[in-house]
């Protein structure tokens, strides 16, 4: 590991860890969350507002930032931290995930992959030296290497596109020119454990900063998902920060960390907020529902979010009503306060010994939505988005 | 005047006034600005953005409160400054001039004015009774009269709308029972003089605590704006607030100023932000504009709002460019800094006696937009809006 970066192991708990990740930007406590700022900015919210809510690392998207507003102007910025005002660590995924869920606008080989921007039309191609460039660019402290996701449970797709995967990972290491950024592989191998060991061993070998488990949360059961990590973590280097992307739920969160991952990301928080979903420990309510109307409660009693602290469900469900902006933007402090909170409690749970306590009593109370319900909103959502490309 | 309202006239520059008025609520220095939060909040912002920016008083809409969400509802809060958590002074309009605009939907008589929501097309109906007792389940400090607000030009109508609108004020202040809030009439009378100085003279045999000007910036040219205030302000009681409504631009805000008007609303700054118009002491600028799609300055050097001190021209075109929801916050904040700048300034003018100095001197700067095009727009919006309702 350069200079830049330390990896520190402070705690264990079970298979949960407590340690630190310091990058140029700053330190991250893990494990943690990072809420995802797709196009330079967390929805709805200010890099003060970030600060606020106690958030230590962002997630920022190559293919976003590459199309609109484009590396160039990134780097004449010195940067996204300086564009967006944001300086703390950033994360910024290689891009390749964006580029190939545009399943009709996209041609793919072992060199890389061609494809049309959703903006306008226009012809780009990435390969894993074109995605460095951008992320050296764009200049976040955690950079992924260039990975095919695919669908995780087609073994032949899955073992053919592995060796893809672990090629343009080490020409991503070739490629990268900064010492200031951590350059993570990330695992891939579907729900097949053999496979997963086998990408786990071949990215190890390349002694990289950081590891990510790519490919999960996108369509297997939370079952399979879990399975899969209890025979993946033990192949994964113990001295070097794990990242499960994507992830998501409060409760697949929990189920990570006590299988040995360090942190995430997911949209989850802020999308959700959008259309009036909001985390409670009880599980999630639905803001827009008709019973809040006169409901002069906080969203949740006790809540020290800015949201809880100063407004009514019956307010929030007015401004949902109303369309009116606030609501978004007092829906999305909420929910990122309640998985940075719980991110929080998890990190001192360890620290006492106590993980597994703390998710038992945890999962006891949360109602985890229906995952049919999840699977079909998540499908309705994916072609909503494709009929909008 | 009750106990619970004072205004005391601190100085005179010319007509120009210092003054304040004290209410329920807190103390308004005058010539003050009011940002308006037609729904119970001013559009992307927080009650604690209005108070870093030095808002002094905000106005919000009896139409749309009364039809969402509802003034049961606000009643049961015990108003809307706790339902919204702003603390500050508040006024409502009364809803008239909403109903009046709803052209096809609207059947006005002389008792009142019957009309359809333009949310569910439900019927409803407003005298100057049911406005005072919307107004009172709102609670805002300052509440105002229902009047008619006619064509400006059209003299016959103006004529025989003023008896109107002179019979529901009396109406409004019989019905009042509450006495801490401050019942304003509103002086119509179109571009006519001789109707506007029947109409002072009329609501000041009234003896209200304060009275605004209506019926002006709703298509007439500013030449007649400024000609009919003229006319109109030596009719205006000396010991009273005067707030013009829905003004406006700058420079119909210092013309005022000149005249002896005391207080604006005007969702001016806050709509045009979200179009992406940015004032600066230049004139507007429109921030999606080519032009600045790499320029690193601020909206406007020098300037100590949020927006210019933390982000660049180049990161907010971005944000308009990619539809996000931070680009009209940022921009609101902004337009609303520099319109409660230029009254603060404006004050500390009048105090020091060269107000008018001030103006001249803003006015050389400040490239007026072209008032053509300005028309233009406003019937572009007003027909957008038609075909919303």
Redesign the interface.
Known sequence: MSDYFSFHLENRDGEARLSRFSTPHGVIHLPNFAPVGT???V??????DLRQLGAEIILANTY?LYL??GTD?LA??GGLHN???WQGPILTDSGGFQVFSLTHRRDIDDDGVTFRSHIDGSKHRFTPEVVIAAQEAIGADIIMALDECPPPTDRDYVARSLQRTHAWAARCQEAQTRSDQALFGIVQGGIFPDLRRQSAEFLTALDLPGYAIGGLSVGETKEQMYATLDKLMPSMPADKPRYLMGVGTPEDVLEAVARGVDFFDCVLPTRMARNGGLFTHEGRLNIRNAVY??D?RPIEEGCTC?TCQ???R??LR??F??K???G???ASLHNLHFMLRLMENVREAIDRGHFAQFKTDFLARYRISNQTKRHENRLAYETRRKEKE
């Open positions: 196009q330079a900015t929805k709805t919210l200010t890099p003060d976003h609109r507003p102007l004449k910025f564009f967006m005002g109307k006169e002069l800015y100063n407004f009514s019956a307010y007015h401004l009503q109303a009116e902006i606030l978004l933007r007092l």
